[in-house]
């Protein structure tokens, strides 16, 4: 078969058509995602803010709540490996078990007493950009502290994970205040600990245990 | 000419000193960790690190003379004057900052940046009450504030090794130089007021009431972390080489690969 001029024109024209359509809807769907994104950081807030402030709860409830309000939205596939840098393939299982355990009651601990000063601040969610086709989304945003004029930058990084019955929900990865990660400063404590240490990750599992209990006598005074 | 032999530098040859290490610290080694991804930064701090028993044992030496000297003096100071009142201090030392983040912007090659600085030094220093009101913020001229540290850095010169200061903290052999560097531009570094105990003063009210800033915080690092030096070293690193604006559109070309670290496998 032999394609005249006006058929090759067609055929290109329709090519470009398709093209257009395909791009199209992939735009439409990662701005869909990204919308998806900033709508569940911006319930994250509303949640976070709720448990920090509420006056009507005791300060054992509270850590609860915070606990598992943590639970549900912090990524605990990839950050605790995250955390341990070159040693993340060192634990061995009953290590790992304890070490997850672990860095939830730290993390609860030590972000309560963190965030609970920016409970009452200004925080507004300003746009969000992705990246790995939307496996991950970097959702920017702003804090108004009360002592400066202008706010301070507040991004979160979500990745997206498939849950048991199909669909995806994002998770907490890091989050970045004024430029600094939070996920990257803890991880350099860690990986310092263990490496001071001659590559023991007990050593990591005391220090942490360590931590939890110095919390929570601070918190019991 | 009598008036101009007044005007001298405090220690015309720790100037020439610091030029030197600047200059130094691209030669001892330790990568130039701005160029590299964060995932490979973490390594690379590690091994800049060489002094790290000498700065981990300056670093106790810090807090031991915060706790007893700087800590103390600070909480009495933000007890006494209010916040507005701090800001305000706040903003008028850095308004007298105006010719080092100048000399910064022209040596970087940011003539916009120097412009901006410029704006700014001359609206505040008039409208702003000598810098104590940041008006040229709010009419739309922010803060392009920067350093010899980081001029040096946009000439390629690596950090060096990590260094823990006596009493100013953390930093690099570049950036440590570099704040040798910046004083010949401090109008604070210079004869220039009499009496010369005014100038002193000045310099104390501002170590006082940048520490009363992170009056709170600082303790609260050290309470929380699991190795508060590596943590302060992390924040130091991280801090030299964030983006200077709130942004609409997060910088994520950088982010480290995560897709390794993984313990469902």
């Known amino acids: ?221 | 000419m009598a008036m101009l032999a007044k005007i001298r530098p405090k220690a015309p040859n720790l100037y020439i000193f610091a030029l030197l290490l600047v200059m130094l610290s691209g030669c001892v080694g330790g990568g130039n960790i701005e160029t590299t991804s964060p995932a490979e930064r973490e390594q690379q701090i590690e091994e800049i690190d060489v002094f790290e028993p000498f700065n981990r044992y300056i670093f106790e030496v810090n807090i031991f003379l915060d706790s007893f000297f700087l800590k103390p003096i600070t909480t009495w100071y933000a007890g006494i004057v209010p916040s507005p009142v701090r800001r305000g201090a706040g903003n008028f030392f850095s308004n007298l900052k105006s010719p080092v983040v100048l000399a910064n912007n022209l040596l970087q090659g940011e003539t916009e940046a120097a412009k901006i600085t410029t704006q700014r030094f001359m609206i505040n220093s008039s409208v702003g009450a000598l810098g104590f009101f940041d008006i040229a913020d709010r009419w739309g001229y922010p803060s392009q504030k920067t350093d010899f540290g980081q001029t040096a850095g946009t000439w390629g010169i690596p950090h060096g090794p990590f260094l823990m200061l006596p009493l100013f903290g953390p930093s690099s052999l570049r950036d440590a130089s570099g704040i040798a560097v910046d004083a010949i531009f401090d109008p604070l570094s210079y004869n220039i007021i009499d009496p010369q105990r005014v100038l002193y003063i000045l310099s104390g009210w501002r170590v006082v009431n940048n520490r009363a800033y992170f009056l709170g915080r600082i303790e609260e690092l050290y309470q929380t972390s699991i190795d508060p030096y590596a943590s302060v070293r992390s924040l130091y690193f991280q801090s030299r080489m964030k983006t200077k604006k709130p942004s609409t559109e997060p910088d994520i070309d950088d982010l480290p690969d995560i897709d390794e670290y993984d313990f469902s496998q």
């Open chain 1, 1 to 221: 078969m032999r394609y005249t001029h006006a058929m090759k024109r067609k055929l290109r024209a329709g090519v470009f058509l398709v093209a257009a359509v395909v791009f199209g809807l992939v735009v439409t769907q990662t701005r869909a995602e990204n919308a998806i994104a900033e709508r569940y950081v911006e319930g994250l807030i509303a949640t976070a803010v709720e448990i920090l402030s509420d006056t009507n709860i005791s300060d054992e409830h509270r850590q609860t709540a915070f606990q598992n309000f943590l639970a549900d939205n912090v990524d605990m596939r990839r950050l605790p490996a995250f955390l341990l840098g070159q040693y993340a393939r060192t634990p061995t299982d009953e290590q790992k078990a304890d070490y997850l355990n672990l860095l939830q009651e730290f993390m609860t601990r030590i972000y309560l007493v963190r965030l609970q000063q920016y409970a009452d601040d200004a925080i507004t969610v300003t746009g969000s950009r992705d990246r790995k086709n939307g496996r991950e989304v970097v959702v920017t945003g702003t804090i108004q502290l009360p002592n400066r004029a202008q706010p301070l930058s507040l991004d979160w990084w979500l990745l997206q994970q498939e849950q048991d019955d199909g669909t995806f929900d994002f998770h907490v990865f890091d989050v970045r205040v004024a430029g600094i990660w939070l996920a990257q400063e803890q991880r350099s404590g860690f990986v310092s600990v263990i490496r001071n240490n001659q590559g023991s990750f007990d050593a990591l599992l005391q220090h942490l245990r360590k931590q939890i209990d110095s919390q929570a006598s601070a918190h019991a005074q």
